[in-house]
């Protein structure tokens, strides 16, 4: 990571850098966002959606969020289940072995702000932020797969605008339809049409 | 065997044990007090209830209950056995001698209520960080990080 960054500040400071550098950008960045391997650490219920959105019914692999037990292999980890004050130095320690750059998912709402354990609790802590930096929330008790996915989708467009130089911001145009996204609905009508393939 | 077939044994075998035997909601009970525990305890082993399922406690204010499942799978019966200790200095003579599955029960009590097993092997905190301050299944614990459920929810 180190020459990738020193490339990338070079780069950027020299005159005309900027051009290669975008081409470094946009290949780093499809590499990163497509190969999302992901550290499960699930703790409670929500580990329940995390295994069935690995199976064939959801099947993340597709995506290449393919699941790693080894947090040394990954790059996002995705925090399913209630955190407990002794659970959350292990997942701090799973955290910092895990290599950059990476990512955190906080699935569920224990995950998020200590869901049914916020009050009268003394043993929950309340929501995964509190010690690790999160990028990507979901809401649910737990979610869906579904919710899951739009996660990855969320990631990959944050992924994206991310560059090799440190403090700039890509300026990305995502150009597959993500749920929600108004030009969504004319493609799937293309499809529907018989448009979209040909 | 059924609760009337269960006391009858109790009673034959064991004719000290035979008043301290209660039925609640239709479960036999075995009330004792904490000197007497272990005995009590050993001569239900000695009758065959081979498994000790569950150790728990009850914060009665002045005193603290234990409570402890045995269950035989020969006579197909179970009871509770039950002992009281006093809130302050809470001691009782751990029965992991008996039932090697009373360790982590009685290291869960412990963390839990505080209450200590005497001649337990390795008696520490089991589910809690191990520099915790206070128990926190009592009815007094009090604790900075908890946040009290406001009326309205």
């Known amino acids: ?17 900027s051009v290669i550098l975008t081409s470094v950008d946009a290949i780093m960045d499809w590499s990163r966002g497509k190969s999302l391997w992901t ?82 609790t003394y043993s929950v802590v309340r929501g995964v932020d509190e010690f690790l930096p999160v990028d990507v929330y979901i809401a649910g008790c737990p979610p869906r797969p579904e919710a899951l996915q739009d ?34 609905g004319d493609r799937i009508q293309a499809l529907r049409d018989g448009g979209g393939r040909k | 065997m059924n609760i009337n077939e269960l006391r009858e044994h109790l009673c034959s075998e064991y004719p000290d044990l035979c008043p301290l035997f209660s039925v609640e909601f239709g479960d036999g009970s075995l009330t004792v007090a904490a000197e007497r525990l272990y005995s009590a305890a050993s001569d239900m082993r000695d009758l065959g209830f081979d498994r000790l399922g569950m150790v728990t406690a009850v914060d009665r ?38 039932w090697p599955a009373a360790n982590w029960h009685e290291r869960e009590v412990y963390d839990m209520f505080g209450i200590v097993f005497d001649g337990h092997p390795d008696l520490r905190r089991i589910l809690l960080t191990d520099d915790w301050v206070g128990y926190p299944l009592r009815k007094d614990y009090e604790d900075e990080r908890m946040i009290r459920r406001p009326d309205y929810i």
């Open chain 1, 1 to 17: 990571m180190a020459l990738i960054d020193d490339l990338g500040k070079a780069l950027d400071s020299s005159p005309g850098g």
């Open chain 1, 39 to 120: 550290m499960p650490m699930g703790t409670a219920c929500c580990a329940m959606e995390l295994i069935a959105a690995s199976f064939s019914k959801f099947d993340f692999d597709r995506h290449g969020t393919i699941p790693r037990a080894d947090p040394r292999h990954t790059d996002v980890m995705v925090v399913a289940g209630t955190i407990t004050y002794k659970m959350a130095p292990a997942v701090q320690r799973l955290y910092d072995q895990m290599p950059d750059p990476k990512w955190v998912i906080a699935m569920g709402n224990c995950a998020v702000s200590g869901g049914i354990f916020y009050y009268d």
């Open chain 1, 151 to 184: 996660a990855i989708f969320q990631l990959r467009k944050k992924v994206d605008s991310e560059s090799v130089a440190p403090g700039r911001v890509r300026d990305v145009e995502y150009v597959l339809p993500l749920p929600g996204d108004p030009r969504a």
């Open chain 2, 61 to 98: 204010g002045e005193t603290f209950e234990l409570v402890y499942r045995v269950t035989s799978r020969e006579m197909r019966a179970g009871i509770f056995l039950k002992a009281e200790v006093p809130r302050e200095d809470p001691h009782i003579k751990s029965l992991c001698d008996l």
